[in-house]
């Protein structure tokens, strides 16, 4: 759920494009782990977020989480890290 709920805070994002400043500015997206009570917040720019999420099975948390047994890391930055994991 917390990639659809991402998807859309980029549409809007998108959308209102006057509120964010520039492709820089970072957005505020939810924690896609697997911990199903996770809401903590990770920033990435808009960019950021589409490399991400360029194939389906890739998602973004928060670098201080544990993967899942079944996840592998795909890249790890400063304020996020991105997995993959199966569906």
Request: glycine share 2%; charged share 30%; aromatic share 6%.
């Amino acid at each position: 759920m917390a990639r659809e709920v991402n998807e859309r805070v980029l549409e809007v994002a998108r959308t209102f494009g006057e509120l964010v400043p520039s492709e820089s500015s970072l957005l505020t997206f939810v924690c896609e782990c697997t911990r199903t009570q996770c809401y903590e917040r990770v920033e990435l720019t808009a960019a950021e977020f589409e490399e991400a999420h360029a194939a389906d099975d890739r998602y973004v948390l928060l670098p201080s989480h544990d993967l899942a047994p079944d996840e592998t890391e795909v890249l790890r930055a400063e304020r996020y890290l991105v997995v993959s994991r199966p569906d």
